[in-house]
């Protein structure tokens, strides 16, 4: 079984900046890919980014130029990097990722909220 582990949210002001982790308990590479969600209240979860095993990334387009996830291999975790947050963000954010046999696993989730 695979656990993935998020941490970084918190409250921040817009305009701020937060930065997520996904520490996964076996080596990255055996996900095809791994990306971030996020589930606003009374919304459905959305993808937020993705990236793939050889790195290719992909965004939604509210976050695209505002966001960067990127992954660490040596330490089996991949990151969101967020700026110029909008209160539009808050959300509880879950990490993903998917294996080459196409099984889903997924943290806890972590929230973020951003207002003044």
């Known amino acids: 079984q695979v656990q993935l582990v998020e941490s970084g949210g918190g409250l921040v002001q817009p305009g701020g900046s937060l930065r997520l982790s996904c520490a996964a308990s076996r080596s990255i590479f055996s996900f095809n890919t791994m990306g971030w969600y996020r589930q606003a209240p009374r919304k459905e979860r959305e993808l937020v980014a993705l990236?793939?095993?050889?790195?290719?990334?992909n965004y939604a387009d509210s976050v695209n130029g505002r966001f960067t996830i990127s992954r660490d291999n040596a330490k089996n975790t991949v990151y969101l990097q967020m700026n110029s947050l909008k209160p539009e963000d808050t959300a509880v954010y879950y990490c993903k990722s998917t294996s080459w046999v196409k099984n889903d696993y997924w943290g806890q989730g972590t929230q973020v909220t951003v207002s003044s």
């Open positions: 990236i793939t095993s050889n790195g290719i990334t």
